[in-house]
C-alpha cells in the first residue's frame, strides 16, 4: 500500500504543468483572479514547466512585468517555478521598464533557489545558452549591466549590495579557456558581450556607485579603451564613443566640486591616501591627479575652467598685476629678465630664500628665466656661425682653435645635467613620454658627438706627430687640403652633426608657442601636418621606388642615354620632377623608338600620379588637420598650455643653464637634510589634519576626537560628497526630463487630437456636399446605398471594432472616389454616344 502511494506522489510531482491558452488574455486584461485559477492544479504543488513551452512562460511572465501588474506578477511567482534563465530574462525586462520592485522580487527569489553567487557568475555565462537567441536584448547585457547603460542609480545599487558586479573583460588576445571556447561558439556574440560590459564599466551609474574613485576609474577605462579601438577596428566607433563618455564623466565629477579645499584634494591626490607629499618644499602642488590626465590624454578634463584656474594660479603665483596685465609690461620684465639673468641667479645662489630667491622660484618667472638662457644659447650658436664665415680658412683646415666654436658646449653640458635630473625625478617612460624631450636628447647626443669627434681628431693627431716613425699619418691630420681627407674623416663628420644639431636647436625655440594663444594653436597645427606628412612619405616611397625601378631598368641597357640608366641619376631625376625643375628631355632616345616610348609613358604616368594626385592629396590632408585644430583651437591651446606649465612646476631647476652646474648651498642642505631623515624617519612632519567634509543630504559627520580615527581619509571623504552630488543631481536630470517629456507627449496629444477633430469636421462637409450631388445625379442610387450601409455599419459597432471605426473616415473617402470616378466615367460614355 505505501508502495503504491508513493508511486502515484512521484507521478503528481514529475507531472510537468502545461501553459494554458487564455493565460496571455488574462494577464493583459489584468484579471489576477482568472491566472490563479488557470495555474492552480488543486494538490498545492508548483511543479515544473515543460521545456516545449518555455518561451510561452517566459513572455507571460515578462509581458505582467511590462504592464506593471503587481498583483498578476505576484500570482504568477507564487504559482509557477520559474527556473533561473527565465527570471534572468524577466530582471533584464524588470530592468528595461525601470521597476525597483519587480527587480527586488526576483533577486529574493534567486536566492530563495540557488544562491546569489551562482546566479551572478550565470549572468556571464548566458551567451553560451541558445534559448535567449530570440530575445529583445543583445548577449553579454547582465541585469546590472543594462541598469547602467540605463543609468538607474537605485537598481545599480541594489544590485551592487547584493553582490553584482561587472567584471572586467580579458585582453583581446587572451588565450585562456573562457576566452577561447567564447570565440569558438560563437565569435559575434563574444565580440558583442565585450562591447556591452564596456558599456556598463563605461556608464554614469557604474562608475559613481561602483568604484572607490570615480574619476580615477575613470582615467584608467579611457586609456584602455582608447587602446582596444586601435587593437578592434571593426568596434572602432563604440569604443571612442564609450571612451568620450568617460571624458565627459570626469569632467562633471570635476565641476561637482564648490570650494577650493575640496578642489586641491582632487587634483593633488591620486592612488596615495596620504596627504604629508602633498605640496614640494617650494610650497607648488605636485597636482598628481592633474599630472596623471596629461598622461592619460585626458583634454577636456584637463581643459575644464577649474584645472585652468588651478594652474594660472600657480604659475602667476603672487605677482601682482600680471594675470590681465598689458602685453607692454610683461615684455618689459622679460626684457630685464634677459638682460640681469646673471645678477639673478647670483642672488639666488647666495640667498636662496630671500626676497627675491622666492620671487625667483614662481614658475612664470622660473620659465623667463630658462627661456632667456636658451636665447643666450641661441645666440652664442649665431656668433660662433659668424666667426666661422670670417675665419674660414682657418676653420676649413685642421689649425682651427677649439675654443672659437666650442664655447655652446657650456649650455649642452648644462642642458644634459638638467635631463638628467628629469630623468631621475620622472623616470625612464615618463621622461619619453614627451616628445620634446625625445628632440632634446637627440639634439644633446649629437652635440656631444660633435664634440667628442674634434676632441679625437687632436688627441690623435698629438699621439701620431710624437711618433717618428708615423710621419705620413702625421701629415694626414696637420695637413690643410681637404680634397685629400677621407670620406669617414672624423672631422668632417663632426661638422655634419654640428649643422645638423644647430638646426634643430632653433626648432627647439617652438617650445614657448603654447604660451601665447594664436602662436600655441599654429604650433600644434605644424605638428599635426608633420605627422601627416610623415604617413604621406610612407606612399610616397612605395611610388617612387616603384616608378624608380621601372626607369631605371629601361635605360640600364642602353649606353647612349647621358642621364638616365644610372640609379643615382634617375632617383635624382624622379626627385626633382615633384617640384618641376628636371628637363623632360632626358626621357628621349630617337634611336630607340620603342624604349623611348616605353620611357616617356612611364614618366608621364609617374608626374600624373606624383604630381597631380599625391601633392593634392597631401595638401587635403594638411588642410583637413588644420581644420580640425582650428575647430577645437580652445581645447588643443590650452591642453597644450597645461604641459608647458606642468614642467615648470617641479622641484628645484629654478637656476637655469649653465649656472645650473654650480652647486648651491641650499643643494647641499637638502643632502644632509636626506641623510638625516633616512637616519632618524620619526622625525618627518605629521600628516595634517583635514577637516571632515559634510554630505549633501544633510547627515551628521563625526567630529570628536574619539570618533575622528574611525573616519575615511581626507580624499576619500572628498570623493564620497562629489559622488553624492553627482547622482542628486543626476536624479534632478532625469525627473526634469522626464516631466518635459510628459509634458512634450500631452502637448502632442492635444495638437493630434485637435487635427483629427477638424479633420472629422471637414469630411463631415464634405460628405453631405456628395450626398446632395448623388442624389441629383445618375448615380444617386449607388451613393444612397452605399451611404445607408456605412449608416448601419456606424450604428451596430462595441468596444471590439474600435480600431475598424477609425479606418471608417478613410474607407468611405476612397469608395467616395471611386464613385465619383464610376459617375464621371458614364457622363463621358453618354456624352460620346
Known amino acids: 500500500m505505501d508502495k503504491n502511494t508513493s508511486e502515484k506522489w512521484q507521478a503528481i510531482v514529475n507531472k510537468k504543468q502545461h501553459f494554458p491558452s487564455e493565460l496571455t488574455a488574462a494577464i493583459q486584461e489584468d484579471k489576477s483572479v482568472l491566472v490563479g485559477s488557470l495555474l492552480s492544479t488543486g494538490d498545492g504543488i508548483i511543479r515544473q514547466l515543460d521545456e516545449a513551452e518555455d518561451r510561452l512562460w517566459r513572455e507571460a511572465l515578462n509581458l505582467s512585468i511590462r504592464l506593471g501588474s503587481e498583483d498578476t506578477f505576484s500570482t504568477l511567482m507564487l504559482a509557477v517555478k520559474f527556473d533561473f534563465r527565465q527570471i534572468h530574462e524577466a530582471l533584464l525586462v524588470a530592468v528595461d521598464t525601470n521597476q525597483p520592485w519587480v527587480v527586488k522580487r526576483l533577486l529574493d527569489r534567486l536566492d530563495q533557489e540557488k544562491g546569489n553567487k551562482m546566479d551572478v557568475r550565470s549572468f556571464s555565462m548566458a551567451i553560451f545558452d541558445h534559448s535567449i537567441d530570440d530575445s529583445q536584448f543583445a548577449p553579454g547585457v547582465t541585469p546590472l549591466t543594462l541598469a547602467c547603460q540605463k543609468d538607474l542609480y537605485e537598481i545599480v545599487t541594489m544590485l551592487t549590495t547584493r553582490g553584482h558586479a561587472i567584471p572586467l573583460p580579458h585582453s583581446i588576445s587572451c588565450?585562456?579557456?573562457?576566452?577561447?571556447?567564447?570565440?569558438?561558439?560563437?565569435?559575434?556574440?563574444?565580440?558583442?558581450?565585450?562591447?556591452?560590459?564596456?558599456?556598463?564599466?563605461?556608464?554614469?551609474?557604474?562608475?559613481?556607485?561602483?568604484?572607490?574613485?570615480?574619476?580615477?576609474?575613470?582615467?584608467?577605462?579611457?586609456?584602455?579603451?582608447?587602446?582596444?579601438?586601435?587593437?578592434?577596428?571593426?568596434?572602432?566607433?563604440?569604443?571612442?564613443?564609450?571612451?568620450?563618455?568617460?571624458?565627459?564623466?570626469?569632467?562633471?565629477?570635476?565641476?561637482?566640486?564648490?570650494?577650493?579645499?575640496?578642489?586641491?584634494?582632487?587634483?593633488?591626490?591620486?592612488?596615495?591616501?596620504?596627504?604629508?607629499?602633498?605640496?614640494?618644499?617650494?610650497?607648488?602642488?605636485?597636482?598628481?591627479?592633474?599630472?596623471?590626465?596629461?598622461?592619460?590624454?585626458?583634454?577636456?578634463?584637463?581643459?575644464?575652467?577649474?584645472?585652468?584656474?588651478?594652474?594660472?594660479?600657480?604659475?602667476?603665483?603672487?605677482?601682482?598685476?600680471?594675470?590681465?596685465?598689458?602685453?607692454?609690461?610683461?615684455?618689459?620684465?622679460?626684457?630685464?629678465?634677459?638682460?640681469?639673468?646673471?645678477?639673478?641667479?647670483?642672488?639666488?645662489?647666495?640667498?636662496?630664500?630671500?626676497?627675491?630667491?622666492?620671487?625667483?622660484?614662481?614658475?612664470?618667472?622660473?620659465f623667463l628665466l630658462h627661456s632667456s638662457s636658451y636665447l643666450w644659447f641661441i645666440i652664442t650658436l649665431l656668433t660662433e656661425s659668424i666667426f666661422m664665415d670670417l675665419y674660414r680658412q682657418e676653420f676649413a683646415s685642421r689649425q682651427q682653435n677649439l675654443l672659437h666654436n666650442s664655447v655652446h658646449m657650456i649650455w649642452v653640458v648644462g642642458f644634459f645635467w638638467g635631463e638628467c635630473k628629469c630623468v631621475w625625478s620622472e623616470g625612464l617612460r615618463g621622461y619619453f613620454r614627451d616628445w620634446w624631450n625625445v628632440l632634446d636628447m637627440m639634439a644633446?647626443?649629437?652635440?656631444?658627438?660633435?664634440?667628442?669627434?674634434?676632441?679625437?681628431?687632436?688627441?690623435?693627431?698629438?699621439?701620431?706627430?710624437?711618433?717618428?716613425?708615423?710621419?705620413?699619418?702625421?701629415?694626414?691630420?696637420?695637413?690643410?687640403?681637404?680634397?685629400?681627407?677621407?670620406?669617414?674623416?672624423?672631422?668632417?663628420?663632426?661638422?655634419?652633426?654640428?649643422?645638423?644639431t644647430s638646426m634643430l636647436s632653433f626648432t627647439r625655440l617652438a617650445y614657448i608657442l603654447p604660451t601665447h594663444e594664436s602662436l600655441g594653436t599654429l604650433q600644434i597645427s605644424i605638428g599635426k601636418m608633420i605627422d601627416d606628412m610623415a604617413r604621406f612619405m610612407f606612399v610616397l616611397m612605395i611610388i617612387g621606388t616603384a616608378f624608380l625601378c621601372g626607369l631605371n631598368n629601361i635605360?640600364?641597357?642602353?649606353?647612349?642615354?647621358?642621364?638616365?640608366?644610372?640609379?643615382?641619376?634617375?632617383?635624382?631625376?624622379?626627385?626633382?620632377?615633384?617640384?618641376?625643375?628636371?628637363?623632360?628631355?632626358?626621357v628621349d632616345m630617337p634611336e630607340f623608338v620603342l624604349a623611348e616610348f616605353v620611357g616617356r609613358v612611364l614618366y608621364g604616368v609617374y608626374t600624373l600620379?606624383?604630381?597631380?594626385?599625391?601633392?593634392?592629396?597631401?595638401?587635403?590632408?594638411?588642410t583637413n588637420s588644420f581644420q580640425k585644430i582650428e575647430d577645437d583651437a580652445d581645447v588643443e591651446?590650452?591642453?597644450?598650455?597645461?604641459?608647458?606649465?606642468?614642467?615648470?612646476?617641479?622641484?628645484?631647476?629654478?637656476?637655469?643653464?649653465?649656472?645650473?652646474?654650480?652647486?648651491?648651498?641650499?643643494?647641499?642642505?637638502?643632502?644632509?637634510?636626506?641623510?638625516?631623515?633616512?637616519?632618524?624617519p620619526e622625525q618627518k612632519k605629521n600628516e595634517p589634519d583635514y577637516p571632515p567634509i559634510g554630505s549633501v543630504s544633510n547627515s551628521t559627520t563625526n567630529t570628536s576626537g574619539a570618533e575622528g580615527e574611525d573616519q575615511a581619509p581626507y580624499r576619500l571623504q572628498v570623493v564620497k560628497v562629489l559622488v553624492q552630488r553627482y547622482i542628486e543631481a543626476a536624479r534632478r536630470e532625469f525627473k526634469e526630463a522626464k516631466r518635459k517629456d510628459v509634458g512634450n507627449r500631452i502637448t502632442e496629444l492635444n495638437r493630434v487630437m485637435g487635427s483629427l477633430h477638424s479633420d472629422t469636421k471637414q469630411f463631415h462637409q464634405n460628405l453631405l456636399h456628395r450626398k446632395a450631388f448623388a442624389l441629383n445625379s445618375h448615380g444617386g442610387n449607388f451613393l444612397g446605398k452605399y451611404i445607408t450601409g456605412a449608416k448601419n455599419k456606424f450604428k451596430n459597432f462595441d468596444k471590439n471594432e474600435s480600431m475598424q471605426i477609425i479606418r471608417a473616415p478613410f474607407q468611405v473617402t476612397m469608395h467616395l472616389r471611386e464613385g465619383v470616378k464610376k459617375e464621371e466615367g458614364m457622363k463621358e460614355e453618354k456624352k460620346e454616344e
Not at 617641479?650 to 643632502?671: C, D, M, Q, W
Open 175 to 366: 588565450t585562456c579557456l573562457e576566452c577561447r571556447n567564447g570565440r569558438q561558439y560563437d565569435l559575434l556574440k563574444f565580440s558583442l558581450s565585450r562591447i556591452n560590459t564596456y558599456r556598463g564599466l563605461a556608464s554614469r551609474a557604474y562608475l559613481s556607485i561602483a568604484t572607490e574613485d570615480p574619476m580615477l576609474s575613470a582615467f584608467r577605462l579611457s586609456r584602455e579603451l582608447c587602446k582596444l579601438s586601435k587593437k578592434e577596428p571593426e568596434f572602432k566607433p563604440q569604443y571612442l564613443g564609450l571612451e568620450e563618455l568617460c571624458q565627459e564623466f570626469a569632467v562633471e565629477m570635476l565641476a561637482m566640486c564648490r570650494n577650493q579645499s575640496e578642489v586641491s584634494t582632487i587634483l593633488n591626490n591620486c592612488d596615495g591616501d596620504e596627504l604629508d607629499e602633498q605640496t614640494f618644499e617650494e610650497g607648488i602642488p605636485t597636482l598628481s591627479r592633474l599630472r596623471l590626465a596629461v598622461n592619460y590624454n585626458q583634454k577636456l578634463f584637463v581643459t575644464h575652467p577649474i584645472c585652468q584656474q588651478v594652474l594660472s594660479s600657480i604659475w602667476c603665483g603672487n605677482i601682482p598685476g600680471w594675470r590681465g596685465g598689458k602685453t607692454r609690461g610683461k615684455l618689459m620684465v622679460s626684457l630685464g629678465i634677459f638682460f640681469t639673468m646673471p645678477f639673478l641667479c647670483l642672488i639666488y645662489w647666495t640667498a636662496p630664500k630671500s626676497k627675491i630667491g622666492k620671487t625667483l622660484k614662481i614658475p612664470v618667472i622660473k
Open 444 to 500: 644633446l647626443s649629437l652635440y656631444l658627438a660633435s664634440f667628442a669627434l674634434r676632441i679625437l681628431i687632436l688627441a690623435v693627431s698629438h699621439f701620431v706627430c710624437q711618433d717618428q716613425n708615423r710621419v705620413k699619418e702625421c701629415a694626414y691630420f696637420t695637413q690643410t687640403v681637404r680634397d685629400e681627407w677621407w670620406q669617414e674623416d672624423p672631422q668632417l663628420i663632426s661638422e655634419i652633426l654640428f649643422a645638423v
Open 555 to 586: 635605360y640600364v641597357p642602353y649606353v647612349t642615354s647621358p642621364y638616365l640608366g644610372r640609379f643615382n641619376d634617375t632617383f635624382n631625376f624622379l626627385f626633382w620632377t615633384m617640384f618641376g625643375m628636371a628637363n623632360k628631355g632626358y
Open 609 to 622: 600620379i606624383i604630381v597631380i594626385v599625391l601633392l593634392n592629396m597631401l595638401i587635403a590632408m594638411i
Open 637 to 680: 591651446w590650452k591642453f597644450a598650455r597645461s604641459k608647458l606649465y606642468l614642467s615648470y612646476f617641479r622641484e628645484g631647476s629654478t637656476v637655469p643653464v649653465p649656472f645650473n652646474l654650480i652647486p648651491s648651498p641650499k643643494a647641499l642642505f637638502y643632502i644632509l637634510r636626506g641623510l638625516f631623515y633616512c637616519c632618524n
